[in-house]
């Protein structure tokens, strides 16, 4: 059973999967077309996996394209309170062999998995995350691809550190930390939007000698399953990872009324956490320990430029920061406070870059945007862009159209504020809609101060500055309205081991993905002493005459 390292380890050194370009003609664009195309040929039954078996309810749903619907992609199994108890017994039954695991065994596995996905399994990763969760080329690459690759790498490396981390040992005495997995079962709960967090919500409990049960997203069960397809590949033992396809609320009653639960690992909403919390709270006095609770919950990410600022800089990242990926990132940029002297020129370069977006499927790799990810989405947004045309103090600048004949499609929009309180610049709306409040170029401190206070969340943010000053400025006033904040870059793109991500207030515990600081909440250290001349004599110098 080793569960810390006691001398330099061996692991391959971490490096960040380089992003492939997919021009045309190019070898990967090929192989992921003739992967979508050999993908949407067949209608896939989709099961959960409980203790390493194939589990069938007969109760299917299916799988469709948000961005065409008329299709489907397959149909998966859905279950319910009986098969969340099924995936607890199975990932206790799996506790102790997994724990024992040699570290570097468990490293192995996530290895060559990460291999997997950047090399035989890329184009079918990719391609599922395209299809089942409308996302293009580029965006399914350094997702799906890079930084699920990325995070399984890195978390093997980030492991060993932990685990080298040990105590100082003084003369006649050998100092040691084991970091232990958590008593219990880890609970993954995992959104739709990026592959890699499905992926890495699960896995790195279990790295660290935890088993998991996994619940994802129904709108990401067709990506979900080819991470599992991977994992088993990769030699996870059964149980180890249990997936399940349950509903929300009723899972987490029996996952939180259980004795052995552990902890949760979670990106969703702000509200679903909330609930999360009340239920481990109403239930602590039950719990061997008291669970972990890890999770990112969303932003209203912001963009605040000053007057030194380049004017083209900006557009160009809220061309890229708002609307790739349909503005479905919980980093997207949804609010951006441009000075008046640059308006004119932003508003310019911005509605230029917006009225040569190609929008429609996945399958044309001309679209640099696709559908939203269902129904509840396209309404909500939609409702939002409507008020907007009606109310006094919002202005629709560009796009504002939307149909969900075909697939669940958003125009890009940009609403223009005279209200720096308006409700787009407060509430998460996890779509194409960008609200932009300008203010007067020499109220720069009291407009962040305005920023600072203007919604609850805390994820991400950037600043547009030529002026070092400026910047300066803003990192002070700004220090806790982002947990990753960006100089003169658009606020989305972390990448795993250059950025840890996570953010505070409202857009959770900030544990940092992609770093050591996340898996060090999966661990619980324990302190060994060993004494190797033990005192044969009670007496102390000082009672001596």
Known sequence: MAQGIYHVPGVPVATNEPVLEYRPGSPERAALKAAIKEMKAVEMDIPMFIGGKEIRTGKTKAIRPPHELKHILGYFHAGGDEETKMAIEAALAAKKGWADLSWDSRAAIFLKAAELISGPYRAKINAATMLCQSKNAFQAEIDSACELADFLRFNVQFMTEIYM?????????????QYRPLEGFVYALTPFNFTAIAGNLPSSPALMGNTVVWKCSNSQVYSANVIMEIFREAGLPDGVINLVFTPGA???????????????????????????WKSVANNVANYRSFPRIVGETGGKDFVMVHKSACAKEVATALSRGAFEYQGQKCSAASRAYIPGNLWDKVKAYLIEDISSFKMGTVEDFSNFVNAVIDEASFDKLASFI?????????????????DKTEGYFIQPTVILTTNPKYITMEEELFGPVLTIYVYDAEKYEETMEI?????????????????????????????????NFYINDKPTGAVVGQQPFGGARASGTNDKAGSALNLLRWVSARTIKETLLTPTDYRYPFLAE
């Open 165 to 177: 981390d040990q105590p100082k040992s003084s003369k006649g005495v050998w100092n040691k930390t």
């Open 386 to 402: 409507d008020r907007a045309k009606e109310d006094a103090d919002a202005e629709i600048i560009i796009g504002g159209g939307y």
């Open 250 to 276: 009723s899972t987490f009653k029996v996952i939180s009324d259980h004795p052995e639960f552990a902890g949760i690992h979670y990106t969703g909403s702000s509200a679903v956490f909330h609930n999360v």
């Open 451 to 483: 920023l600072d206070q203007t919604s609850p969340y805390a994820l991400t943010g950037s600043i547009f500055a030529k002026d070092r000053k400026a910047i300066e400025l803003a990192l002070e006033k700004l220090v806790n309205a982002a947990g």
